[in-house]
């Protein structure tokens, strides 16, 4: 089962900030925070992880809060493009290369 | 360019036909895995490699083959396909690197099994 709680859909308007909530209660000290998406029908991409500091790439920033038991996946300026099914996964460090367990995610609808 | 190619991106076939789905990575990753997506499902592991001829079976390898003879390749083998095999079936490959194991995933292979 996910270990990851996320709400079932949001929407955001196009050039607006979308904020992606996930909570992650009982996770460990070695679990990092992984999100993906997945737009219709395609492979899942990743988009970023983090540990415990806030991360920022090209595509998102993650902001963990301090006991880590959630998280939020921030998009600074949505694209119709970015309208997908966004996943919320947590990790250990001694997994990596095994399966990701996918939850349910949030349906993210950005519109014009 | 970095990616995972899969093939043939849509197929249909009839019950008992054999099949086999090709996966490919040019990122010289030790870790692939095949994975099923279905309605309220969501993606479900088929099977595993670690590394050349190093197999391991996922969540819902029934039905299914794998092969690893090289790094480069993972095909998915169905030898008597059934309709409860029609699905949507993604290759993914990673690192398998602690704290950079981010997994690719491939476009995607639509199968109907008739």
């Known amino acids: 089962d996910a270990k990851t709680t996320q709400p079932p859909s949001m929407d955001c308007a196009e050039g607006r900030a979308a904020n992606l909530p996930c909570n992650h209660s009982?996770?460990?000290?070695?679990?990092?925070v992984y999100w993906y998406r997945q737009i219709h029908s395609q492979g899942p991409q990743y988009i970023i992880h983090?540990?415990?500091n806030n991360e920022t790439n090209e595509m998102a920033s993650l902001i963990i809060t301090e006991d880590r038991k959630s998280s939020t996946l921030i998009l600074p300026h949505a694209t119709l493009r970015d309208t997908a099914v966004y996943y919320c996964?947590?990790?250990?460090?001694?997994?990596?290369?095994?399966?990701?367990?996918f939850g349910k995610g949030t349906t993210l609808s950005v519109s014009s | 360019e970095a990616q995972v190619t899969q093939n043939p991106r849509y197929l249909i076939t009839v019950t008992g036909k054999k099949l086999t789905v090709t996966c490919s990575q040019n990122?010289?990753?030790?870790?692939m895995s095949w994975y099923r997506q279905d309605p309220g499902l969501g993606l479900r592991q088929i099977y595993y490699?670690?590394?050349?001829?190093?197999?391991d079976k996922g969540d819902v390898p029934e039905g299914y083959k794998v092969s690893r003879k090289e790094k480069r390749n993972f095909p998915l083998i169905l030898e008597s396909p059934s309709p409860n095999q029609t699905s949507l079936y993604f290759c993914?490959?990673?690192?398998?690197?602690?704290?950079?194991?981010?997994?690719?995933f491939g476009p995607g292979t639509r199968l109907t099994v008739l």
């Open positions: 993914a490959s990673s690192s398998g690197i602690m704290y950079t194991d981010t997994q690719y």
């Open positions: 990122m010289n990753h030790e870790y």
């Open positions: 996964i947590v990790r250990a460090v001694n997994q990596a290369g095994t399966a990701l367990i």
């Open positions: 490699s670690m590394n050349v001829e190093v197999t």
């Open positions: 983090g540990l415990k």
């Open positions: 009982t996770i460990s000290g070695n679990e990092y």
